[in-house]
């Protein structure tokens, strides 16, 4: 039962162009969260999916960045025109169902290896 | 603003010796998880503690939580070289956990 899947493992961008992080959640998973961490910082929550569907976005910048999951194949954080302050790693953790369901998410969530984003 | 903040920074100790991290938060909390990351690595999911649980243990992991002071403390008794990684509490329910800037663990062996 493989775990939350994300690649590219590295990616390197210069200023401009665009960056598609791609997440396979676990199997039987439906709900997709995105995660930043700045370095030495902790992870700070962006976007919450769920199958062609964006349930919370409060995260997210206002430019630049989207995610979509859908119908099939994985989830994708997309962040256009990169600048130097984007160069993070972002994870993606998913989880079974609605979370609001469990007294405690945290138990249900499953994080991926991250992707480390270089904006050169 | 960080819900949870770790102290210290950065810890090192040698193996054997018991490792103690402490986490500060600032609104009432429904539960408190503790979390490592290894370098380069995602999150795993240590233990979690509820607001009306006083202490818990998960092998050698004991984990307290004082919600008059809104802290906790993440203990490792007899600590390994593998044990080396970062340790972040998080609070929050639902999808938006809350993460702390983390303890640097280094167990020298």
């Known amino acids: 039962n493989a775990g939350v899947m994300q690649n590219p493992r590295h990616l390197v961008r210069r200023r401009g162009q665009e960056a598609r992080l791609r997440c396979s959640p676990m199997?039987?998973?439906?709900?997709v969260y995105w995660y930043r961490q700045l370095p030495e910082e902790g992870l700070k929550f962006m976007v919450y999916l769920q199958k062609e569907n964006i349930i919370d976005e409060s995260g997210m910048p206002k430019e630049r960045f989207s995610a979509e999951f859908p119908k099939e194949g994985p989830s994708i954080l997309r962040i256009q025109q990169v600048v130097r302050g984007d160069s993070a790693a972002y994870f993606c953790?998913?989880?079974?169902?609605?979370?609001?369901?469990?007294?405690?998410?945290?138990?249900?969530?499953?994080f991926g290896s991250g992707t480390q984003l270089s904006v050169l | 603003s960080q819900q949870g903040e770790e102290d210290p920074q950065a810890l090192s100790i040698q193996e054997g010796e018991n490792a103690t991290m402490n986490c500060s938060y600032k609104t009432s909390i429904n539960n408190l998880q503790w979390y490592r990351q290894n370098s380069g690595r995602g999150l795993v999911h240590l233990i979690l503690?509820?607001?009306?649980?006083r202490e818990k243990h998960s092998g050698r992991l004991r984990v307290t939580l004082d919600t008059s002071k809104k802290s906790s403390s993440l203990l490792i008794t007899a600590s390994r070289a593998a044990d080396t990684a970062s340790y972040f509490c998080?609070?929050?329910?639902?999808?938006?956990?809350?993460f702390g800037k983390g303890t640097k663990l280094t167990v020298n062996p």
């Open positions: 199997k039987g998973h439906s709900h």
């Open positions: 503690i509820r607001s009306n649980e």
């Open positions: 953790a998913s989880s079974p169902e609605d979370g609001t369901y469990y007294y405690s998410l945290g138990e249900k969530l499953f």
């Open positions: 998080a609070t929050g329910g639902s999808e938006k956990l809350v």
